[in-house]
């Protein structure tokens, strides 16, 4: 009996020894498992304050790389540390208000740089560049402004040229039209850059415009390149597709031909009277030099006849001094006679002017006219574009 009690003692005292020790395990757990969690959430906050700090040090150097007077290398480097920060952590409230400061830094920057000199090409690469952080509103009113005053400035330097910036100052002006329909900017740069396009090198005779020059071979290339006219015919004495020959006029080109291209450039033929008018200017004179045929400065025979001058062939378009009207049209004695829109017997078209083979006064009387058929082509013969229309 004593034998059975000490052994039940004996348990007892094993299984509380047991259960005190289960007991401090456990206790020992919780409180390695409290410790470590209070390590581990320390160690967090210490890295996220780790990264906070490391994200304004790189916004502060960011900032002063963007700051004012500064660099294009500089800017673009500011903009990859930006980068770096907005991938890592989008809801940066910092780095909101420092893109805001930068966009502005940036537009300043394109502004002083380039827009307000008209180096419009080079402020839009930097635009295009930082695209992501400047909205296409703001960049495309500054370039369309800007675009428009570089192709004023160009003007009848580089006729080919000022056209083309004026079609870039329509192209951002529509773009910001899109957005902003509303915007009054916009839609005046659209219609006075238009107009100012099409009256590039033209002549106010009073109530219609006509071009100061015949139309060119580089002028016809541009829109056969287009797609917008064919290629002018070639052969003997004809000007397409000879090299060196761009600022020459065109030739070799039928009415149709020469239609189509007065439509592509938001004109037309001039009519008989209107061409006629550009030539007699405001006395109402017989020949374009006065009233006698004495028109020995023009790209002619008659101009070669006399020792002035030795013209076999076509010119540059107005290279000849002497064969300018007093509304100031080049070349409507000599060089090539024009096509004009009018229709006579059977269908017939009207050909004016003087060319570069003719021989005999009594041909440059700007009464003179002489018909073809609308497919019919000459090296003698090219064309210049009139325009009507006034701004609305």
């Not at 005292?13 to 470590?36: C, N, P, R, W």
């Not at 229709?343 to 021989?359: C, M």
Request: glycine residues 6%.
């Amino acid at each position: 009996m004593d034998k059975f009690r000490k052994k039940v003692i004996t348990t007892t005292i094993i299984v509380s020894l047991v259960a005190y020790i289960g007991i401090a395990i456990v206790v020992l757990i919780t409180l390695f498992t409290y410790m470590y969690k209070k390590y581990e959430m320390s160690n967090l906050i210490n890295k996220s304050t780790m990264k906070k700090t490391v994200e304004r040090k790189t916004l502060d150097i960011a900032n002063q790389l963007a700051g004012k007077n500064t660099s294009e290398n500089n800017l673009v480097l500011a903009m990859h540390l930006y980068n770096a920060i907005k991938a890592d952590d989008p809801s940066n409230q910092d780095l909101q208000q420092d893109l805001e400061t930068f966009k502005n830094n940036v537009l300043e920057f394109v502004k002083e740089k380039y827009i307000n000199k008209y180096k419009c090409e080079e402020g839009e690469n930097i635009y295009n560049e930082f695209s992501t952080i400047i909205p296409d509103k703001e960049s495309d009113e500054e370039l369309a402004l800007c675009y428009k005053k570089e192709a004023e400035n160009t003007g009848s330097k580089d006729l080919l040229g000022a056209r083309n910036l004026y079609d870039k100052a329509v192209e951002y002006a529509k773009k910001l039209s899109n957005l902003d329909p509303t915007n009054t900017t916009a839609n005046e740069i659209i219609k006075t850059s238009s107009f100012e396009k099409i009256k590039l090198g033209m002549v106010n005779i009073g109530g219609f415009y006509i071009d100061k020059n015949d139309v060119t071979v580089a002028e016809y290339r541009e829109c056969v390149n287009a797609g917008g006219c064919s290629a002018a015919h070639t052969g003997a004495g004809c000007d397409y597709g000879i090299a060196g020959m761009g600022d020459f006029p065109i030739n070799c080109v039928d009415w149709n031909q020469a239609n189509a291209y007065c439509k592509w450039v938001g004109k037309r033929l001039p009519t008989e009277a209107q061409w006629e008018k550009a030539a007699r200017g405001m006395d109402n004179r017989n020949y374009v030099c006065g009233d006698t045929p004495d028109c020995f400065g023009s790209c002619n025979r008659i101009c070669a006849s006399v020792g002035d001058c030795i013209e076999h062939a076509p010119c540059e378009v107005g290279s000849h001094l002497g064969d300018v009207s007093l509304h100031g049209v080049f070349d409507m004695s000599g060089n090539v006679k024009n096509w004009c829109s009018d229709k006579v017997d059977n269908n017939l078209r009207i050909i004016k002017g003087g060319a570069w083979d003719t021989n005999d006064t009594k041909n440059l009387a700007i009464s003179i006219s002489n018909k073809a058929a609308p497919d019919a082509y000459s090296n003698n013969v090219g064309f210049r574009c009139a325009y009507s229309k006034t701004i609305q």
